[in-house]
């Protein structure tokens, strides 16, 4: 899986008709800047007529997924969506003509290729992953469909089906690594039963719809005036059966196609949890309802455990990674200004410190004394502290070969405050690679579960003349 974000060089189009309208439209993938997401945008309507890929916005999902903000609405976004999980594109404007998002043959391919024409780039900024650390269920115990996650380090998603049909039978589909969507995943159809298809041509819908782009797969006896009547409806000379139960011999991209392509709109429909996954999917009876409730379940997931990822209770004779002497080995800064006392995890991306608050410090002796607060500056200090290890660490030579100078402080809040007696724990992840000794670093202070402060810093090291 990717480390960094990544998005399209340049911009181009794909063109087709809507499954359910049949409305001719060109959809247009432009760049877009880090941190920017998956947006639609109805330019049919409007410069500002933009959607956000959002599980939140989701307002139908009876033959697709549609979104809808502020009155804008776009529909079958789930090939489009999962074409561009599949080739791990974070930030990109989709701007669409219509309402609806083109079927072209019914799969993902097509948005995988011309996504590929458009060239992929990586970005400075990190992803953000939602890594699942714990088991996750979803039950609809009317539609018997059931859903989980499980921890796994990358993503992985296994999905089975089951239509009590004889032509159909039970399914399943794996994909082990989304590196493998576009040969193994993305070239699956839609497919819907025959008594489906009348149901939705009788109700107006599938205007868009042809036998080239949807396998319908035929479960019950069909008279020969049946299939004549449905050679005039698809504008076909002829509509015939295959032995396998497939309308008008369509051949088969795969044995499970129906599965994969089950597996396919799960792909889609769970990027509208807004960050990618490392976690192993397990389905049995997807749809679109599930997949959309289940991308609900994770996001209120992700939030939790953006709130509390940064509380870790170490227990006082857990050894550090780096103890006080070690840290004045790394920082120039001397008693009274060291502010960080343990260093208990560090990685190439972060770092958690810890420093114990005491009354004896020695800004509490003017800082409101008859009710000791500690200054919320020094918090970040204390953040830019911990964070200029991580950074010393990852420069070529010894950390004591630099001088590190802060250049911005941005996003900063101070949500609750620090009196004696708390232990802060100070998170520092990196948000952009290190280059030319510029350190783009995001910062979480916590007193046991409660966030007392956070900030974006900027810092620059720069070596030490001889």
Same mark, same amino acid.
């Given at each position: 899986?990717?480390? /960094?974000?990544?998005?399209?060089?340049?911009?181009?189009?794909?063109?087709?008709?809507?499954?359910? &309208?049949?409305?001719? &439209?060109?959809?247009?993938?432009?760049?877009?800047?880090?941190?920017?997401?998956?947006?639609?945008?109805?330019?049919?309507?409007?410069?500002?007529?933009?959607?956000?890929?959002?599980?939140?916005?989701?307002?139908?999902?009876?033959? *697709? &997924?549609?979104?809808?903000?502020?009155?804008?609405?776009?529909?079958?976004?789930?090939?489009?969506?999962?074409?561009?999980?599949?080739?791990?594109?974070?930030?990109?404007?989709? %701007?669409?003509?219509?309402?609806?998002?083109?079927?072209?043959? *019914?799969?993902?391919?097509?948005?995988?290729?011309?996504?590929?024409?458009?060239?992929?780039?990586?970005?400075?900024?990190?992803?953000?992953?939602?890594?699942?650390?714990?088991?996750?269920?979803?039950?609809?115990?009317?539609?018997?469909?059931?859903?989980?996650?499980?921890?796994?380090? &990358?993503?992985?998603?296994?999905?089975?089906?089951?239509?009590?049909?004889?032509?159909?039978?039970?399914?399943?589909?794996?994909?082990?690594?989304?590196?493998?969507?576009?040969? $193994?995943?993305?070239?699956?159809?839609? =497919?819907?039963?025959?008594?489906?298809?009348?149901?939705?041509?009788?109700?107006?819908?599938?205007?868009?719809?042809?036998?080239?782009?949807?396998?319908?797969?035929?479960? /019950?006896?069909?008279?020969?005036?049946?299939?004549? /009547?449905?050679?005039?409806?698809?504008?076909?000379?002829?509509?015939?059966?295959?032995?396998?139960?497939?309308?008008?011999?369509?051949?088969?991209?795969?044995?499970?196609?129906?599965?994969?392509?089950?597996?396919?709109?799960?792909?889609?429909?769970?990027?509208?949890?807004?960050?990618?996954?490392?976690?192993?999917?397990?389905?049995?009876?997807?749809?679109?309802?599930?997949?959309? %409730? =289940?991308?609900?379940?994770?996001?209120?997931?992700?939030?939790?455990?953006?709130?509390?990822?940064?509380?870790?209770?170490?227990?006082?004779?857990?050894?550090?990674?780096?103890?006080?002497?070690?840290?004045? $080995?790394?920082?120039?800064?001397?008693?009274?200004?060291?502010?960080?006392?343990?260093?208990?995890?560090?990685?190439?991306?972060?770092?958690?410190?810890?420093?114990?608050?005491?009354?004896? $410090?020695?800004?509490?002796?003017?800082?409101?004394?008859?009710?000791?607060?500690?200054?919320?500056?020094?918090?970040?200090?204390?953040?830019?502290?911990?964070?200029?290890?991580?950074?010393?660490?990852?420069? $070529?030579?010894?950390?004591?070969?630099?001088?590190?100078?802060?250049?911005?402080?941005?996003?900063?809040?101070?949500?609750?405050?620090?009196?004696?007696?708390?232990?802060?724990?100070?998170?520092?992840?990196?948000?952009?690679?290190?280059?030319?000794?510029?350190?783009?670093?995001?910062?979480?202070?916590?007193?046991?579960?409660?966030?007392?402060?956070?900030?974006?810093?900027?810092?620059?090291?720069?070596?030490?003349?001889?």
């Amino acid at each position: 899986m990717q480390d /960094r974000q990544q998005t399209i060089v340049q911009s181009c189009s794909i063109s087709g008709s809507g499954l359910h &309208t049949g409305v001719s &439209t060109t959809l247009t993938f432009h760049p877009a800047p880090e941190n920017h997401g998956i947006v639609f945008w109805r330019s049919d309507l409007g410069p500002d007529a933009k959607i956000p890929a959002d599980a939140d916005l989701v307002v139908d999902v009876s033959r *697709g &997924t549609t979104l809808e903000q502020h009155g804008v609405r776009v529909q079958t976004v789930e090939h489009v969506l999962a074409a561009l999980v599949g080739l791990q594109i974070d930030n990109i404007l989709l %701007e669409i003509n219509a309402v609806e998002m083109p079927i072209m043959d *019914g799969s993902s391919l097509p948005f995988v290729e011309v996504l590929e024409q458009c060239e992929i780039v990586a970005q400075s900024q990190y992803r953000e992953y939602l890594e699942i650390k714990e088991d996750i269920r979803f039950y609809d115990k009317i539609k018997d469909v059931e859903m989980m996650v499980i921890p796994h380090d &990358t993503y992985r998603i296994t999905a089975m089906i089951d239509y009590k049909s004889p032509v159909l039978g039970s399914q399943h589909a794996v994909l082990n690594h989304i590196e493998n969507f576009k040969a $193994e995943v993305a070239a699956s159809r839609t =497919f819907c039963f025959l008594h489906e298809l009348e149901a939705l041509l009788e109700n107006g819908l599938i205007k868009g719809g042809d036998l080239n782009n949807a396998i319908v797969v035929v479960d /019950r006896a069909i008279e020969e005036d049946e299939l004549a /009547r449905l050679a005039t409806l698809f504008q076909k000379e002829t509509v015939s059966v295959a032995k396998e139960g497939i309308l008008n011999n369509v051949e088969l991209r795969f044995i499970n196609e129906p599965a994969r392509h089950k597996l396919l709109d799960m792909v889609g429909d769970l990027a509208l949890v807004g960050m990618p996954i490392k976690g192993h999917i397990l389905a049995s009876k997807p749809g679109h309802a599930a997949n959309v %409730e =289940f991308a609900k379940l994770l996001k209120k997931y992700a939030k939790k455990q953006k709130s509390s990822t940064t509380y870790i209770q170490y227990p006082p004779n857990q050894k550090p990674k780096f103890d006080i002497l070690e840290i004045l $080995e790394t920082l120039p800064h001397r008693y009274p200004f060291v502010m960080v006392d343990k260093i208990m995890e560090m990685s190439d991306k972060h770092v958690v410190g810890i420093k114990n608050v005491t009354f004896n $410090e020695n800004y509490f002796m003017g800082h409101f004394p008859s009710n000791p607060v500690m200054p919320g500056v020094l918090q970040i200090e204390a953040m830019a502290q911990v964070g200029g290890i991580l950074c010393l660490h990852a420069m $070529e030579g010894k950390p004591s070969d630099y001088w590190t100078y802060f250049l911005k402080i941005e996003n900063c809040k101070f949500k609750d405050k620090v009196v004696p007696g708390d232990t802060l724990t100070l998170r520092l992840e990196l948000t952009a690679p290190i280059r030319r000794g510029i350190c783009q670093m995001k910062g979480v202070a916590m007193v046991g579960e409660r966030i007392v402060s956070e900030a974006e810093l900027m810092a620059q090291l720069v070596k030490k003349q001889p």
